[in-house]
């Protein structure tokens, strides 16, 4: 894996597990256990922003010329799979726009690579590196 030249690439990488983690719990607990959020009754912006700063995250944890294809691909795949084990469940209500809001956030994510917002987490990350070492 062609990572950036982090400082603490340990830390960068768990923060990004932590989100997929948050992500596939969240999708998969009852929704009577969910805080009540009301996004003008469309949790597609939910979808949409989670995926979306995943696979964001994703491209910052990446050298430049690193291909994100199997990030991305990954990431739909997790979204499906979601989807499929909350029909299962009975718990949760299966609903294919949500795929689609993912996938949408998934590209616009991916669209980050090439815009100067691709290495503000190295930015971050130097700057805090910096930081302590003063």
Not at 23 to 48: I, R
Request: aromatic letters at 10%.
């Amino acid at each position: 894996m062609s990572l950036r030249p982090f400082a603490r690439p340990r830390l960068w990488r768990s923060v990004f597990a932590l989100m997929i983690l948050s992500v596939c719990v969240g999708s998969l607990l009852p929704t009577s256990q969910l805080p009540d959020v009301d996004l003008m009754h469309n949790d597609k912006l939910l979808h949409f922003g989670a995926y979306f700063l995943m696979m964001a995250f994703a491209v910052q944890l990446r050298d430049a010329g690193a291909d994100w294809s199997r990030a991305a691909f990954a990431l739909l795949l997790m979204g499906i799979v979601i989807e499929f084990l909350q029909h299962q469940s009975g718990l949760r209500r299966a609903d294919i726009r949500d795929v689609y809001a993912n996938a949408a956030g998934v590209v616009a994510g991916a669209l980050i690579a090439w815009t100067p917002a691709r290495a503000w987490l190295l930015a971050l990350d130097q700057k805090f590196n910096r930081r302590s070492n003063q």
